[in-house]
Nanobody, 126 residues
Framework: QVQLVESGGGLVQAGGSLRLSCAAS????????MGWFRQAPGKQRELVAT???????HYAESVKGRFTISRDNAKNTVYLQMNSLKPEDTAVYSC????????????????????WGQGTQVTVAS
């Protein structure tokens, strides 16, 4: 059973930074593509960033240049470093596992992902 547990959310002032972590278990983490999504109240879930097993990344336009996704396969963990945070970044952030096979590029759609974490709240105060 794949389990994904996020941590690192919280309250931060606009312009500040946070680093989210997602610890994975129950899968062969090192060969799987991973991603971060977010959902704000009253809005649809939005892809934030994805990363293949080899480190190729994809970002939503709204976070390019501010957020960085990375992974540590030895620790079965994927990270999301968020800098220059804005109030509109406020949301519940969840990590997700898209499984193996993404050799031509990272997943870019929510339906590419099979397993999801419960999420961690990020609140950016203005």
């Amino acid at each position: 059973q794949v389990q994904l547990v996020e941590s690192g959310g919280g309250l931060v002032q606009a312009g500040g930074s946070l680093r989210l972590s997602c610890a994975a278990s129950g899968s062969i983490f090192g060969i799987n593509a991973m991603g971060w999504f977010r959902q704000a109240p009253g809005k649809q879930r939005e892809l934030v960033a994805t990363i293949t097993s080899g480190g190729t990344t994809h970002y939503a336009e709204s976070v390019k240049g501010r957020f960085t996704i990375s992974r540590d396969n030895a620790k079965n963990t994927v990270y999301l470093q968020m800098n220059s945070l804005k109030p509109e970044d406020t949301a519940v952030y969840s990590c997700a596992d898209a499984g193996p096979g993404w050799v031509l590029g990272p997943p870019t759609q929510g339906h590419h992902f099979d397993y999801w974490g419960q999420g961690t709240q990020v609140t950016v105060a203005s």
